[in-house]
């Protein structure tokens, strides 16, 4: 065994236990999916599609990715599913890539309005493949403004629309969008990386009906193993799947694909819908005990697993409130926030969620004790007596729930 690795893991297998874990794009897995992940499938070449590989010896594998395609067509409700993506990011390319000309227009939401880089950033290959023109929401609700998203895709004529980000904490009304997507004659992706359990679990707004593409990471709230996935209408099938192989990837990773298949099995259970309805509730909750503090929330609150909190220009820095947070074990991210006037790395935001504390088995008492000392170390946030009082508080709850 090599020692020098296998302590630094268990190190982290105990930072995961005593710290509390409010990055909304984080979760805990189960030991399926864990057991899935380091099986004997990391041996195995698989270039190709099930029955149309370039290697042999490929029966089981392909058993196994059959698999994860029915379980994933039925749990979504999908006319077709590529499960081979490695993460969230590259199908976002595949489809850029089937609906569009490299250099075409593509319409979606601005990153520090809640965007994702991989949404036509400057800093990312797709800002620079695609011509991106961006919504945002209305600075003073915090609310998409779907009259501007209207108004700038009659002006600008996309041939996609893209929906869905990062740090956007409300209901998306994906009927607008499509609405919006029809008038002007564009496809319509939703990226729902970070809401697809909460659909799952029919908390949140079924994106498959009317998108023509869906898009999403699978380690976020729908709590499987590090990676992706694609859904389309059956007419994109074929160039969605050109697109994921050759196109933009080698050979898939087919012990990530088996616990993608555990991941689509568990939240088919009646357990992941209470466990998605628990996740919203939490996160009202604590989105509550937040603003009753003095804190400012984007929007105004949440509909979803996410919060984002708003500094302001005058404010603490999302850097200096996060890093006192993790002085006291409570893990959130810096975040930029709409009207962003700081730079990425410093930030006026914070963005935190409840899809982690919710799975191990956390409800609204804990949000209330949690948002309160979150209140309490932003109003004293260099001040050691506090930072050490509610420090021992954290470790103290969250020693007592169990990580999977
Ligand atoms: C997380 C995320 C992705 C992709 O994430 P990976 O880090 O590549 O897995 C894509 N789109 C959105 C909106 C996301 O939030």
């Avoid at 993790?326 to 410093?346: A, D, H, L, Y």
């Amino acid at each position: 065994m090599d020692k020098e690795v296998f302590d630094l893991i268990a190190k982290e297998e105990t930072r995961q236990k005593e710290q509390l874990e409010m990055i909304p794009s984080e979760n805990y897995v189960s030991p399926a999916v864990r057991e899935a992940t380091g099986s004997v499938l990391t041996n195995k070449y698989a270039e190709g599609y099930p029955q149309k590989r370039y290697y042999s010896g490929n029966m089981v594998i392909d058993s196994l990715e059959t698999l994860a395609i029915e379980r994933g067509k039925k749990l979504f409700g999908a006319e077709h599913i590529n499960v081979q993506p490695y993460s969230g990011s590259n199908p976002n390319f595949a489809v850029y890539l089937a609906a569009c000309e490299l250099g075409d227009t593509i319409l979606a939401m601005e990153l520090t309005h809640g965007g994702h880089l991989t949404h036509g950033s400057s800093v990312n290959l797709s800002g620079k493949m695609f011509k991106f023109v961006h919504y945002g929401v209305d600075l003073a609700t915090g609310l998409i403004d779907y009259e501007s998203v209207y108004r700038i895709a009659k002006e600008h004529k996309p041939k996609l629309i893209v929906a869905g980000g990062s740090a956007y904490p409300r209901i998306i009304d994906f009927g607008r969008f499509r609405e919006i997507a029809d008038e002007v004659g564009a496809k319509l992706l939703v990226d729902m990386a970070h809401f697809a359990g909460l659909v799952v679990g029919k908390v949140y707004p079924d994106p498959v009906v009317v998108a023509d593409f869906v898009t999403s990471s699978t380690h976020k709230t729908l709590r499987g193993p590090r990676g992706g996935l694609i859904i389309c209408k059956s007419a994109y099938a074929k160039d969605v799947d050109r697109w994921v192989f050759p196109g933009l990837q080698g050979g898939p990773l087919e012990h990530v694909i088996a616990a993608k298949a555990v991941c689509f099995g568990e939240a088919m259970h009646p357990d992941f819908k209470s466990y998605a309805e628990q996740i919203v509730r939490n996160a009202k909750v604590l989105a509550e005990t937040l603003s009753k503090g003095g804190l400012k929330l984007s929007s105004g609150g949440t509909d979803s697993h996410l919060i984002l909190i708003d500094f302001g220009r005058d404010g603490l820095t999302g850097k200096e409130a996060s890093d006192a947070l993790e002085k006291v074990g409570i893990i959130v991210n810096k975040n930029t926030v709409p009207g962003e006037t700081r730079s990425p790395f410093i930030t006026s935001g914070i963005r935190l969620g409840t899809p982690a504390l919710t799975t191990r088995g956390m409800t609204e008492k804990e949000m209330v004790l949690i948002g309160n000392w979150i209140v309490e170390v932003l109003a004293a946030h260099l001040d050691e007596t506090v930072l050490t009082k509610v420090g021992k508080a954290v470790k103290e709850l969250s020693t007592k729930f169990m990580v999977p």
